[in-house]
C-alpha cells in the first residue's frame, strides 16, 4: 500500500505544478488526458466545457458511479507552486485542493486494479472544471447533465475532508455591486459623490445586516476595485459580495436584504446596481440515505468516526437535482485556499482504504 500511496503523492505534485486557475484548467486536463489513455481507460474524452472523461468497464449491466474531483484552482497562473516536504506534511499552494484530489481518483483506479476487483458498474473518472469561485459549478453542471439520473451515485473527492460526509449542498449566492458616479478631481471637484466612498458605505450597511447564528449564514465582501488614482474621485467601483445560508428561505430572506439597500444607495448623480456572478444551489440527502449510510462504514473501516456536514462542492449538482450524491476526502490538512496550504501524507492510505470500501459495497 505505500507504493501506492507515493505514486499517489507523486502524482499530486505532478498536478499541482501545472498552474490551473478557474476557466484556466486546460493544461491539467490535457495531462491527465494521456494518463487516463496510458491506464487503460475507455471512452476518454474532454467535453465542450473542458471537463475530462474515462470510464473504467464493470463486468455487468448495472447503473454506473460517477466519481468527480475539481481540475482548478484558487490561485492566479503566476502563482509561486513551489513545494515542501517532511516526514508528515507535504506543503504548496493547492496540493490539497485539489490535487490530491485527481490524484486519489486515479489512484482508486489502481487500488481496484491492485485487487483485481472487478465492480457491477460502470465508474466514470471525472476531472472537472469551474469549481472554484466564479466558475459556479459550471463543469459539474455540464456532468449532470450527461449523465442525469442514470448513476447509482455521484462521488465527489476533496483532498483535504477526510473524515467528513458532505451530505448536503450549502446554498451560495454571489454578486458583484457596482456604482457609478460623475468623478473629477479630489480638490476642484471636492463635494462630489465618489463611487469608492458610496460602496465602503454601503458595505458598512450590509455588514451590519444581523445574521442568525442557526441555520448558520455567512455574508463576505472578497474583492473591491475601483477608482482612477488618489487623487481622482471615482467615478467607478465594484466590490463582489458572497452569501451563504444553511437554509434556502434564510439564503432568500438575505438575498433580499442586500437587494433593498442596494436600491436604497441610488441618489442623484450615483447608480449603484447589482449583478448576480454566482448560484450554487443547495439540496442534500437524508442522514439516514443508504448512501450516507455506507460512507459512514467506510470511515469507521479505517478507524474514522464520521463528521455529517455541510459544504459547496461539486455534489451540490447532483443534490440540488434530487439524485444521490456525497462529497469525501482523502486526507486531512490545513491552509485551503492560502499558499500555506498543506496535507497530512500520514492518512493518505486510510483516505484510499475508506474509497475502496465505499465503492467495493456500493452495489451490495
Known amino acids: ?121 460502470d465508474i466514470w473518472l471525472v476531472a472537472t472544471v469551474g469549481e472554484e469561485g466564479l466558475g459556479d459549478l459550471y463543469g459539474m453542471r455540464a456532468v449532470v447533465d450527461r449523465f442525469e439520473d442514470a448513476p447509482i451515485a455521484y462521488l465527489a473527492l476533496e483532498g483535504m475532508a477526510l473524515g467528513h460526509i458532505y451530505h448536503r449542498a450549502l446554498g451560495v449566492c454571489r454578486y458583484r455591486i457596482s456604482a457609478q458616479t460623475e468623478g473629477g478631481h479630489s480638490w476642484g471637484h471636492f463635494g462630489r459623490p465618489s463611487a469608492v466612498h458610496e460602496l465602503a458605505n454601503l458595505i458598512d450597511k450590509l455588514v451590519e445586516i444581523p445574521l442568525p447564528e442557526r441555520p448558520r449564514t455567512t455574508l463576505n465582501v472578497g474583492v473591491f476595485s475601483g477608482g482612477t488614482s488618489i487623487n481622482t474621485i471615482a467615478a467607478n467601483a465594484s ?52 448512501l450516507v449510510k455506507l460512507a459512514e462504514d467506510a470511515l469507521r473501516h479505517v478507524g474514522i468516526e464520521p463528521i455529517l456536514t455541510i459544504g459547496s462542492t461539486d455534489a451540490n449538482i447532483p443534490l440540488s437535482r434530487g439524485y444521490p450524491a456525497v462529497c469525501l476526502g482523502i486526507t486531512t490538512g490545513e491552509g485551503a485556499h492560502t499558499v500555506r496550504e498543506f496535507i497530512d501524507v500520514q492518512y493518505v492510505e486510510n483516505g484510499m482504504r475508506q474509497l475502496f470500501c465505499f465503492v467495493e459495497n456500493l452495489w451490495t
Open 1 to 121: 500500500m505505500q507504493n501506492l500511496v507515493n505514486k499517489i503523492l507523486k502524482l499530486s505534485v505532478d498536478l499541482q505544478q501545472i498552474p490551473a486557475p478557474t476557466f484556466a484548467e486546460a493544461k491539467r486536463a490535457e495531462f491527465l488526458h494521456d494518463l487516463y489513455l496510458a491506464d487503460g481507460l475507455v471512452d476518454v474524452e474532454i467535453d465542450s466545457v473542458g471537463n475530462l472523461y474515462g470510464c473504467l468497464k464493470g463486468d455487468a449491466d448495472a447503473a454506473p458511479l460517477v466519481i468527480c474531483a475539481h481540475l482548478d484552482t484558487v490561485f492566479p497562473a503566476e502563482t509561486d507552486l513551489r513545494i515542501t516536504r517532511d516526514r508528515n506534511l507535504l506543503a504548496g499552494p493547492g496540493i490539497g485542493d485539489n490535487s490530491l484530489g485527481v490524484a486519489g481518483m486515479i489512484g482508486l483506479l489502481w487500488l481496484l486494479r491492485d485487487e483485481k476487483q472487478t465492480l457491477p458498474g
Open 239 to 290: 466590490f463582489e459580495l458572497d452569501l451563504r445560508s444553511e437554509s434556502p428561505t434564510a439564503l432568500t430572506e438575505l438575498v433580499e436584504t442586500v437587494h433593498q439597500l442596494v436600491s436604497a444607495a441610488n441618489k442623484p448623480k450615483v447608480t449603484v446596481v447589482a449583478e448576480q456572478i454566482g448560484d450554487r444551489p443547495a439540496g442534500g440527502i437524508l442522514a439516514s440515505h443508504p
